[in-house]
């Protein structure tokens, strides 16, 4: 599977991009940016894995699914080693060529196998609406077209893009500051040394 086509298929199933933006040159395809979806809560577990927070489908399908069998609001996703490796690159500065790169020196492989395993990859990544793509400006045919591709929710400019993610942070922070501030014991003036109490040494 050649790489081009297998990015143009990924993009055209998960509503990446437009027929009329068919199809993208091998170089374009290389050049493309895949980018975490900011909306999605994740962390690095224990064992050095990514943890993704996949909220259930809103759709009809999603509701019915989850009254008929109880299916809970949100449910983790690990990744493996590979996966957590390919995630961390997702960031949106990486290319997917820089990402074959990365993944052909660190395990040694042929990149011909990386780049129909990544493809792949990203596709099911792309579905599951995890990830998104910044693609090169000169590949869209609509020069007012926005660049963000497949994270239709938070926008289609990379000032959508970014002004989600600035919002996922303050978030992030408010909520740890939220969790600091309910940990903390509550101070009792009973704690405070008492003048008038004889069995305080002065």
Request: glycine fraction near 6%; hydrophobic fraction near 35%; charged fraction near 35%.
């Amino acid at each position: 599977m050649k790489l081009p086509s297998a990015i143009n298929s990924a993009l055209e199933r998960t509503g990446l991009k437009q027929k009329s933006q068919l199809p993208l040159t091998r170089e374009q395809a290389f050049e493309a940016r895949p980018v975490r979806n900011p909306a999605l809560k994740w962390r690095v577990n224990d064992e050095d894995f990514v943890e993704v927070i996949v909220p259930r489908r809103k759709d009809l399908f999603g509701r019915a699914m989850g009254f008929l069998f109880f299916v809970p609001e949100s449910r983790p996703i690990i990744l493996d080693e590979v996966g957590t490796r390919v995630w961390h690159l997702c960031d949106g500065e990486h290319t997917v060529q820089d990402i074959v790169r990365a993944l052909s020196a660190d395990y040694k492989l042929q990149r011909r196998e990386v780049e129909a395993s990544l493809t792949e990859y990203l596709r099911t990544l792309g579905k599951k609406g995890m990830i998104g793509f910044l693609v090169p400006k000169e590949a869209l045919e609509d020069e007012d077209a926005g660049e963000l591709v497949g994270l239709e929710e938070i926008g289609t400019t990379r000032e959508d893009l970014e002004r989600a993610q600035r919002q996922a942070e303050e978030e992030a922070s408010a909520a740890e500051a939220s969790e600091a501030e309910a940990a903390e014991p509550e101070s009792s003036d009973d704690a405070a040394p008492d003048e008038d109490d004889p069995k305080q040494v002065g």
